[in-house]
């Protein structure tokens, strides 16, 4: 079992840049890959990027695709996920996630572990 914490949200303008780090407690970081998704008001969740177990494999969303880099540090036991241009409509609650699975995943229901979200409010 794992648990996920992330961390550096906050409110920034649009164009601007936020780093959100996800922090996994236990010692078999590695055994799991990493998802990011997110909330917005009104909205279901929706998937962002994932990564593999080695960090050697990324994939995301067509909306974010260009401005947003998800990586991770397996030394570590954390993923982040790098925002940049940001823009209102990356407002949102955003989560990361766990699993256990090889390769990569796109869909809510392919992972098992969650953390509580962190805020994420662009001005514009």
């Known amino acids: 079992q794992v648990q996920l914490v992330e961390s550096g949200g906050g409110l920034v303008q649009a164009g601007g840049s936020l780093r959100l780090s996800c922090a996994a407690s236990g010692r078999t970081f590695t055994s799991y890959r990493m998802g990011w998704f997110r909330q917005a008001p009104g909205k279901e969740r929706e998937f962002v990027a994932t990564i593999n177990r080695s960090g050697g494999s990324t994939y995301y969303a067509d909306s974010v695709k260009g401005r947003f880099t998800i990586s991770r540090d397996n030394a570590k036991n954390t993923a982040y996920l790098q925002m940049n241009n940001l823009k209102p409509e990356d407002t949102a609650v955003y989560y990361c996630?766990?699993?256990?699975?090889?390769?990569?995943?796109?869909?809510?229901?392919?992972?098992?572990?969650w953390g509580q979200g962190t805020q994420v409010t662009v001005s514009s």
């Open positions: 996630a766990a699993d256990k699975h090889y390769g990569l995943g796109s869909s809510l229901d392919e992972y098992d572990y």
